[in-house]
T-cell receptor, first 110, second 115 residues
Framework: LAKTTQPISMDSYEGQEVNITCSHNNIATNDYITWYQQFPSQGPRFIIQGYKTKVTNEVASLFIPADRKSSTLSLPRVSLSDTAVYYCLVGDRRDDKIIFGKGTRLHILP | NAGVTQTPKFRVLKTGQSMTLLCAQDMNHEYMYWYRQDPGMGLRLIHYSVGEGTTAKGEVPDGYNVSRLKKQNFLLGLESAAPSQTSVYFC??????????????FGDGTRLSIL
């Protein structure tokens, strides 16, 4: 399982776009990049997953450069309710288990 | 649709007591997982199961036992609780991992304090 590195915490303001970058230098050919979101007193919730280039859904966008050694989760026009911990995970989708790191604590200010 | 339900939501134990945490899922998922979450540590995998009657160790299995007698239930047991096991415990379930997009679904956690 590839190790990931992401910032411990970030602050931003309502209405801004937030980009959280995750480094995964040892990503393997079959590995996918997955992001989860966790609100206080709740379990993590799947946000988005990708393999290369760009993936977009109703919640976020995921940008993955050609070398796949990093990825960026982009949250458009954040609100106070986006305050949460965001986890970047890298692994083969056929793996029996996934390992969570410490995540990035995002704090949105009014 | 309940998804993943954890019982109880809160519990306080004395050192040496035993208890069982129950996780139930109604999505017919094959895989189930138990994690613990401590401040500043993210989630750490305790045990997991790839199907009824099977269990496997995760990152931090010591001091815990699990059972998967029924597909929809995954039990986490503490035989002799220790203060170091004070934590928030999360259960998750998921389909058989394959090449499609198969995220895990999490419960809302059990907050356990060991005095």
């Amino acid at each position: 399982l590839a190790k990931t590195t992401q910032p411990i915490s970030m602050d931003s303001y309502e209405g801004q776009e937030v980009n959280i970058t995750c480094s995964h230098n040892n990503i393997a050919t079959n590995d996918y990049i997955t992001w989860y979101q966790q609100f206080p007193s709740q379990g993590p919730r799947f946000i988005i997953q990708g393999y290369k280039t760009k993936v977009t859904n109703e919640v976020a966008s995921l940008f993955i450069p050609a070398d796949r050694k990093s990825s960026t989760l982009s949250l458009p026009r954040v609100s106070l309710s986006d305050t949460a911990v965001y986890y970047c995970l890298v692994g083969d989708r056929r793996d029996d288990k996934i390992i969570f790191g410490k995540g990035t604590r995002l704090h949105i200010l009014p | 649709n309940a998804g993943v339900t954890q019982t109880p939501k809160f519990r306080v134990l004395k050192t040496g007591q035993s208890m069982t945490l129950l996780c139930a899922q109604d999505m017919n998922h094959e895989y189930m997982y138990w994690y613990r979450q401590d401040p500043g540590m993210g989630l750490r995998l305790i045990h997991y199961s790839v199907g009824e009657g099977t269990t496997a160790k995760g990152e931090v299995p010591d001091g815990y036992n699990v059972s998967r007698l029924k597909k929809q239930n995954f039990l986490l047991g503490l035989e002799s609780a220790a203060p170091s096991q004070t934590s928030v415990y999360f259960c998750a379930s998921g389909r058989i991992p394959d090449l499609s997009n198969q995220p895990q679904h999490f419960g809302d956690g059990t907050r356990l304090s060991i005095l």
